[in-house]
Nanobody
């Protein structure tokens, strides 16, 4: 059983930065794809960034140039560095894992999810 737990959310002023972490436990594999998503009430979960087993990354246009996804395989931890935050970045942020090397952007392809962490930008 795989568990993902996000941390690092909070409140920040526009233009500020936050770094989210996602600790994975249980049976995880280095060949899995990992990603960050966010959701606001009443809207679909939005894919933000993915990273594959080789470290290749992909970003949504809405965060490209401001957010950076990375991972520490030794610590089995995923990160999302968020810079130049905007009020429209306010959402609940989730990390996810997919039991496949491919990294689609749609949330429905992912197998495991964390409970989420709230980010509020004012």
């Amino acid at each position: 059983h795989v568990q993902l737990v996000e941390s690092g959310g909070g409140s920040v002023q526009a233009g500020g930065s936050l770094r989210l972490s996602c600790a994975a436990s249980g049976r995880t594999y280095s060949k899995w794809c990992m990603g960050w998503f966010r959701q606001v009430p009443g809207k679909e979960r939005e894919g933000l960034a993915t990273i594959d087993s080789d470290g290749a990354t992909s970003y949504a246009d809405s965060v490209k140039g401001r957010f950076t996804i990375s991972k520490d395989n030794a610590k089995v931890t995923l990160y999302l560095q968020m810079d130049n935050l905007k009020p429209e970045d306010t959402a609940k942020y989730y990390c996810a894992a997919r039991k496949n090397a491919n990294c689609p952007s749609a949330a429905g392809w992912y197998d495991y999810w964390g409970p989420g962490t709230q980010v509020t930008v004012s």
